[in-house]
């Protein structure tokens, strides 16, 4: 190496002598050059003698290739030594094209050895590619001659390549079109591949970048002789365009066997933005990047979708949604080819942001989003920059770093615009829909009376108002927005800038909700020291602004409104000390006038509120009527804490007046007043948040109780109180309820607070945790149960709550506490509905709700199964495993790469789970393959067994003979102290009980107090089954009524527990008539469940709760008469037996009963009652019990889910039984169906027509496009107390229950023969989803939705795609088999009947560079290709009146595509796959159209790598099916479809 290395260095000294008796051997400098060389003599002493140029060539190979094969140095670093030798000789002499010869050969010997070794793994020196790249090095040299010598070089080494890699065939043959290839495909030549795409990438880059940085500097122009002779600039070009042709298949021997596509020269000679406005292109250059720019253009046709305006539904879409095609890297290099109006219809953060915000979406969530934004965003522009060339002499061409504070300011810009946008839409609307022409007497603004309170008519709008107040309070609160900004946001919503309007213009652009809005931002303590105090000490720009934007008609209108009208004298007031000169004020605001004359209001309503306060006068705090309730809303706009501070003392007045709640003497509680939902909704954002701020540290303080202030002193607690207020509680969930966005921060801390709690029992278990704490507890899982699970529903961190309960449910021992978590745990599973609570599951690393109000990091979750399980209680182990079941089914795991699904499931309970057929006919695949693995059936204890155990141990006697011998009660407690026996005892008891004694209560109740209180529903399901088994031999008339004293005489066990233990999912109910006569007895025929049914139905509980006044008067009658006992005294109490050990610590009782806790278990039965297919015992348990689901937080999501699972079971192919489905679980008030649906539930027909479909499709569309519509229903909820707040997923799930409930009656005919067969077998099932697979395909909705969907006709202004995406967001909400799988299949019906695809292109030649550039060629505009509509925007076809059904069809599958999950994708193969194996296609438009089905979803597709391969390998074979079919198509020759369908693979690379 050495030698070498000193032989280099005396050629590059003796380039400076006399080297003219040396004639170039090849002359690599001369090629291209039509001048001499220019030679010149050198006086100096010779270092090295040359004896001629062929044995200097010979030496510098020989010396190379010794030393690479020496091995001392790998090869690229040898190769790397004698190119920078090469560089270094500074002459453009004979020695420097000696040294070009010499690399020329040296690198034809590389390739000869790379091609002998090509199958051997492990050569050392590395690949030929990396030595190629080598060679870009001599790019550097700025000397035309030897800068052209260099390419020249890199040309005949490109050549020499592609000759060995096509094994040295006959320059120009094409490969056989027969083999499904064409121009030479990749993939044909992979295993010899040379110089891999990256590599050509790299070396055209160069190249072209440094023939664009020598544009302006070294071209000269053309001889004013008019000289022929080209520049030395035009010969460096011409060389360059050579060797482009040599990579993309163009060149000589090259003709035909491309190294890259023309798609990737086209990124590559894209100069950027920076280059293209500088003007520093030739039109040499600028005509070959305009042609690229025109086929990357074309690409872009197929790579984007024809309409990307996806809305992002907020818990509807799935996750990937987010990330969406526009800005994902390599889709980005082609996005800015596209026009700015195809552009526009793509998805951004901004649409995203304004749709999360119109549907009420959680901050975090809004947060992620713009997270998710941001780093997908980051990644689209690294790509762009990476290949766009920025030279330095461009100026504003340096990149700025981004820093925390430009983020901050990018979020606080996306969120302003958002909020403006919604505040100006929901301000126009309630414009619309109020009178502010019509004018009322303004005497009546001066009567202060009730009557006198002007309320508008449509006050229900003001809801709207109110919710963006929330959130526009919560943005500024927290630094996410400042206030400034919205300032100024508002004031040019009224005065826009650059606009004509002038400050006493338009009064329709004026409106006195936009200083509400501001007002509502005062009582922020910052703002209000901040830039109010600033702007008033000031010159007053902010106030005069507000002024500015006073309407003074609407005061004094039919519609005016106290709340909104008085909005300007309330901030005057509110600020009335920072005023600088009162009494000059009006003078430097002239437009004051107009707002004086009602200033006097204010101040009555001031004084009246303080004198009813004094005078402790509920009335006004209570606000029972709407004057009442606006009058002290109104105050509390300009009163700063006054109306909370108020109504915290009206809520827990200092008098002492105890009150006792139904637990005992030992749950007191301060009695105060109850304030009404309406006062609550109206009344500032800041006083709500104040307000529940007093509440939670004063009432709800986990480690002390509650809290009082009296006198001034110190706050403390209250000898005699212990609880808190019910009315209280109330308060909080309203609260929470009305304004989640201010009050969120309160709600993490609550979490956080039961995560420590709940770490805290693997420490030391409930007796670690102190009397308030454990009432704390229990009055929190109360308020989430049985008030919360709406807004935990939708709640961003709503799959990892259970981590909040995970320790708590297996080591908390007080039972009525226990009962309690339970039932939440039951309820908080059953919300679950996306994936992310099976990540949850394998999320180990979860430590708690961020308390981080903005802007939270995202966590990167780690799967990895627990090493415990999660649930020590059997229902609620069961029960999550049907809601992964159901999440599995609903959502996929297509967004969950590298989620294990039997992790999830073997992760839930110590042992498998069994199931019966019956339940596992309804799981989907993956789901049901994990239990039929890993389940084995459970055994029945024999009756003989337990009567064996009894004999062998007397001292069971006990358990009914009090006088037993001493010792026996001290024996059963430790036999059944061993959890093998535990199952055993209540079956022993049972077998006692059934000889006719009563039980001793005492020894009963000492054993059982002993198990666990997590075991309780696995040894009640034991006794079930026993029970179950003894039926037919004992009779139902003996087994039912010792059943009924054990559940509600002794209360031995739980009624949950039985019902849970009879419909587990173990046994299969088909047919099982001993347990479904259980069943009805159990739930219909109990005469103590009856009565109190009856009880529960008398008092006539409503479901608007929140409305209810009366609801605790219910309460504590219910519980009077049935109370609730939870350590198996309740026999003792009513027989006035001391208990001993006495009960637990009394919680206190708020909202929850035995009704409460059984509800989530009935829902869990009402799926197992569906698959036993016993039709009429179904209808008489809803009818009887349906009235409990008044209780249920969601019964329209829980219908939709049972709908979902449960859509093709024969039971609910009845009409009856769908009508006491519905009747059941619907609160018909409180939803907002169709006429039609309507008509059926009450007992009507019910028809499906055009008309119906269009209606429905009209109300999904509305909604995704953010109208706000009069409400169907006057008597409906108002939107924040309703199951679903978000408007787009409400109007979805009520469209998916009418549909599927349609469905299942077009089955009905059916039905009856599919009740006969009951299929137990995988093959049996999956035959049956066949069979159900083809019903779907057929049925007439889905194919008259389709039709309307397709006809622009049926889509009216201003956006049809609107009503494409409808479609598609609704095929994959409902069961992909109704609508999805047939929309996608009827992809094969537009491809072959379509006649515009049938199309067949001309074919044209081939694009060459240098053929491209000649004068006759030059800028010849490229003809568009056949059938460009098709792939056009679809709202620009509809502009131009091109509207066309492939384009239409195209938006709506890639809409189902957005939407879909991975079940599409593998539709969507099949499809192709079968349009390949027809052999119908013969149209290369055909195979474009098939392109742009797929190119959107490429980014998608690169976590799924066998289906990957397998669409694009259908669409080689395509193009090799349609090839045929073209004439005139040979080697030389292409079509756009043919070359597009090759560029769509080249594109992988950058989507991957």
């Known amino acids: 190496m050495d030698k070498l290395v000193q032989y280099l260095l005396d050629v590059i000294q003796s380039s400076y002598q006399d080297l003219e008796y040396l004639v170039p051997c090849g002359s690599f400098l001369g090629l291209f050059d039509e001048r001499p060389i220019k030679r010149t003599r050198t006086d100096g002493p010779r270092v090295f003698e040359f004896d001629d140029s062929e044995s200097t060539c010979n030496s510098i190979r020989h010396l190379t290739l010794t030393a690479i094969a020496s091995g001392t140095m790998p090869a690229v670093d040898v190769l790397r030594v004698v190119v920078d030798a090469v560089r270094n000789i500074h002459d453009a002499s004979a020695v420097l094209d000696i040294g070009f010869r010499s690399l020329f050969e040296i690198y034809q010997k590389r390739l000869s050895f790379h091609c002998a070794n090509r199958y051997t793994t492990g050569v050392v020196g590395g690949t030929f590619g990396e030595e190629y790249l080598i060679l870009t090095k001599l790019f550097e040299l700025h000397r035309p001659r030897t800068w052209v010598a260099a390419v020249r070089l890199v040309s005949m080494v490109t050549k020499s390549a592609i000759g060995i890699m096509y094994g040295g065939t006959t320059p120009g043959e094409a490969p056989s079109l027969s083999t499904g290839t064409h121009a030479a495909s990749l993939s044909e030549i992979s295993g010899i591949n040379f110089l891999p795409e990256a590599v050509c990438r790299e070396t055209i880059r160069v190249v072209w970048r440094l023939l664009l940085d020598s544009a302006a500097t070294e071209r000269q122009p053309a001889s004013v002789l008019g000289s022929a002779r080209r520049t030395r600039w035009q010969i460096r070009f011409d060389a360059t365009l050579e060797l482009f042709d040599c990579f993309v298949g163009r060149s000589g021997q090259c003709l035909g066997r491309p190294l890259v596509s023309y798609y990737t020269v086209a990124r590559e000679l894209d100069p950027g933005a920076a ?206 927005i400042p206030y400034k900004a919205v300032h100024e946001r508002l004031y040019s919503l009224v005065f826009p800038k650059d606009s004509d309007i002038q400050a006493g213009g338009s009064m329709r652009r004026r409106d006195n909700s936009y200083i509400w809005l501001l007002l509502q931002l005062f009582h922020i303590e910052k703002v209000a020291a901040g830039p109010i105090r600033a702007d008033l000490a000031g010159d007053e720009d902010m106030l005069d602004q507000l002024m500015q934007m006073y309407n003074e008609q609407q005061i004094v209108s039919k519609d005016a409104f106290y709340v909104r009208d008085l909005a300007l004298q309330a901030a005057m007031s509110h600020q009335q000390e920072k005023i600088s000169d009162n009494q000059g004020v009006k003078f430097r605001h002239p437009r004051m006038a107009v707002a004086m004359p009602f200033a006097a209001v204010v101040f009555r309503l001031r004084q009246e509120f303080g004198r009813w306060f004094r005078e402790e006068r509920p009335e006004l705090l209570a606000g029972d009527t709407v004057c009442r309730a606006m009058k002290t809303a109104a105050v509390s706009q300009f009163r700063q804490y006054a109306v909370p501070n108020a109504l915290y003392t009206f809520l827990v007045p200092p008098r002492e007046a105890i009150g006792q709640l139904p637990s005992g003497p030992l749950t007191t509680y301060q009695q105060g007043g109850r304030i009404s939902t309406l006062l609550l909704d109206n009344i500032n954002v800041g006083g709500k948040h104040r307000l529940l701020q007093l509440v939670y540290k004063m009432m709800l303080a986990h480690e002390m109780g509650p809290q009082f202030q009296v006198d001034g002193r110190p706050p403390a607690a209250r000898d005699g109180i212990t609880c808190v207020s019910p009315h209280v509680v109330d ?64 709640y961003a961190h709503a799959s990892h709550l259970v981590h909040h309960l995970r320790h708590s449910l297996v080591h908390v021992t007080h039972r009525q506490l226990y009962g309690s978590l339970e039932c939440f745990a039951l309820c908080l599973v059953n919300l679950q509905h996306d994936v992310g609570f099976l990540q949850a599951l394998l999320d180990p690393g979860y430590h708690g709700v961020s308390l981080e109000p903005v802007r939270p990091e995202a966590r990167p979750v780690r799967y990895s199964k627990p090493a415990v399980a999660w649930f020590a209680c059997a229902m609620l182990a069961r029960n999550a495993a049907v809601v992964i079941a159901r999440i599995v089914a609903m959502r996929g795991l297509g967004d969950a790469p590298g989620l294990v699904l039997e992790d999830c499931l073997a992760s839930l309970a110590l042992q498998s789970l069994a199931w019966a057929p019956a339940v596992l006919r309804f799981l989907p695949r993956p789901v049901r393959a994990y ?284 009409p009856t039984v769908m009508r006491s489905l519905a009747l059941s679980l619907l609160d018909m008030t409180q939803q907002s169906f169709t006429p039609e649906f309507t008509r059926f539930v009450a007992g009507g027909d019910w028809s499906v027509d055009a008309g119906y479909v269009c209606r429905m499709l009209a109300r999904i569309s509305r909604a995704i496009a953010r109208h706000l519509r009069r409400p169907e229903k006057d008597a409906l909820p108002e939107s924040h107390y309703r199951e679903i707040p978000n408007p787009i997923l409400l109007v979805l799930t009520e469209c998916v229950v009418e549909l599927l409930t349609w469905w299942c009656l077009h089955q009905a005919p059916a039905s009856e023969a599919r009740l006969l067969a009951r299929p137990e077998s995988e093959a049996e099932f999956r035959a049956e989803e066949a069979a159900r697979t083809k019903r779907a395909a057929a049925w007439p909705v889905a194919r008259l939705w389709l039709d309307i969907a397709m006809d622009p006709a049926a889509h009216p202004p201003p956006s049809g795609a609107t009503y494409i995406h409808s479609t598609g967001l609704l095929a994959n909400v409902l069961p992909d088999e109704l609508m999805a799988f047939p929309f996608v299949q009827h992809l094969t019906n537009i491809v072959l009947e379509e006649p515009v695809l049938k199309t067949i292109s001309r074919p044209k030649r081939y694009f060459s560079f240098v053929e491209f550039a000649l004068p006759a060629t030059f800028a010849q505009p490229s003809p568009l290709f056949a059938a460009t509509a098709v792939f056009n925007s679809y709202e620009q076809n509809r502009a131009r009146h091109m509207v066309n059904r492939p384009n239409t069809y195209l938006t709506l599958l890639h809409s189902i595509l957005h939407y879909g999950g991975i079940g599409t994708f593998n539709t969507l193969a099949e499809v192709i796959r079968g349009l390949v194996a027809s052999g119908q296609l013969c149209s290369d438009i055909q195979l474009l159209y098939l392109c742009a089905t797929v190119g959107p979803i490429l980014y998608r597709l690169k976590d799924h790598e066998s289906l990957y391969v397998q669409i694009l390998g259908d669409l080689v074979s395509a193009m090799a099916q349609v090839c045929p079919h073209i004439e005139s198509l040979d080697i030389d020759t292409s079509t756009d479809a043919v070359e597009q369908t090759s560029l769509i693979q080249d594109a992988r690379h950058g989507v991957a």
């Open 931 to 1214: 239990y039929a693995r890993a389940s084995s059936a459970e055994s029945v204890v024999a009756a003989a067994d337990v009567r064996r155990l009894i004999d062998a141990r007397p001292e069971h006697r006990a358990l009914v003979d009090a006088g037993a011998a001493p010792g026996s009660e001290a024996a059963l407690v430790a036999l059944y102290a061993d959890a093998r026996h535990r199952p055993l005892f209540l079956l022993t008891l049972w077998e006692l009980l059934l000889e006719g004694p009563r039980p001793v209560i005492p020894v009963v109740r000492r054993v059982l107090l002993a198990f666990p209180p997590s075991q309780m529903s696995a040894c009640t399901a034991a006794l079930v089954d026993y029970i179950a088994a003894a039926v037919d031999d004992v009779g139902l008339g003996t087994v039912g009524p010792l059943l009924d004293s054990l559940m509600f005489t002794f209360r031995f066990v739980q009624h949950e527990h039985v019902v849970f233990g009879l419909v587990r999912g173990v046994h299969d109910l088909r047919g099982d008539t001993a347990r479904l006569a259980l069943v009805r007895h159990v739930l219909l025929g109990s005469v103590e469940f009856v009565a109190r049914l009856a009880e529960w139905q008398r008092l006539d509980f409503q479901g608007r709760y929140w409305a209810d006044v009366d609801h605790w008067r219910k309460q504590e009658a219910y519980l009077a008469r049935f109370p609730e006992y939870f350590e198996y005294e309740a026999q003792l109490v009513k027989d006035g037996v001391p208990v001993d050990p006495p009960p637990a610590l009394p919680l206190p009782i708020y909202y929850e009963t035995a009704m409460v806790r059984l509800l989530p278990v009935l829902e869990f039965a009402l799926g197992r009652l569906i698959e036993a297919e016993d039709r009429l015992l179904l209808c008489d348990v809803l009818d009887r019990l349906g009235i409990l689901y008044r209780l249920h937080q969601v019964p329209l999501t829980t219908l939709m889910n049972t709908l979902f699972v449960f859509f093709d079971a024969p039971a609910l192919h009845d």
């Open 275 to 480: 280059v293209a406005e500088s003007g520093l292109l030739t039109d040499e250059m600028q005509a070959i990047v305009d042609l690229c720019f025109a086929r990357k253009r074309r690409l872009g046709r197929i790579l984007l979708p024809p309409d990307g305006s996806w809305p992002l539904i907020s818990h509807a879409s799935r996750a990937h949604t987010v990330k969406h095609v526009y800005d994902q890297p390599a889709y980005a290099l082609v996005r800015d080819s596209l026009t700015f109006e195809e552009t526009e219809r793509g998805p951004s953060a901004n649409k995203y942001v304004a749709d999360l915000l119109y549907q009420r979406a959680p901050t975090d969530e809004i947060f992620a989003a713009i997270r998710n934004h941001r780093i997908t965003k980051k990644k689209a522009m690294a790509a762009v920059a990476n290949d766009s060339y920025v030279p330095n002499r461009v100026p504003g061409s340096v990149a700025v770093e981004e820093s925390v504070d430009a983020e901050k300011h990018e979020v606080a810009q996306l969120l302003l615009e958002a909020m403006a946008q919604r505040i100006e839409q929901t301000v126009r609307y309630i414009q619309r829909q109020c009178d502010f022409e019509t004018l009322l007497n303004e005497r009546k603004l001066n009567d202060n009376s009730d009557a006198s309170m002007i309320v508008p008519r449509n006050i229900q709008y003001w809801e709207h108002m109110n919710e963006i107040a929330d959130q526009l309070y919560y943005f500024v609160l927290f630094d996410a």
């Open 731 to 794: 308060t909080v969930y309203r609260l929470l309820y009305n304004a989640p966005y201010s009050n969120e921060l309160m709600m993490k801390e609550v979490l956080e607070k039961l995560r420590r709690c709940d770490e805290a029992m693997v420490r030391g278990g409930v007796a670690r945790l102190a009397a308030p704490t454990l009432r704390w507890l229990y009055t929190v899982y109360q308020l989430m149960n049985c008030r919360l699970l709406r807004f935990f529903k939708y």
